[in-house]
């Protein structure tokens, strides 16, 4: 049987901890920025976990066990 590919889109978007969870940025930061205040796109910058309801999933296009 052939290896499994890893997801292109996935392997670009995220990035796996230490700890074995998975790091994501967050969405709506690329542009119309002018209508979204401030502290709304300081928010933005930071990057967070993925949810633990999703982990699976992603872990699946990341060829992950």
Known sequence: MPKMKTNSGAKKRFKLTGTGKLKRKHAFKSH???KKT???K???THATLVHKAD???VKLLLVMK
């Open 32 to 34: 119309i920025l002018t």
């Open 38 to 40: 401030t502290k709304q």
């Open 42 to 44: 300081r928010n933005l």
């Open 55 to 57: 982990e699976k999933n």
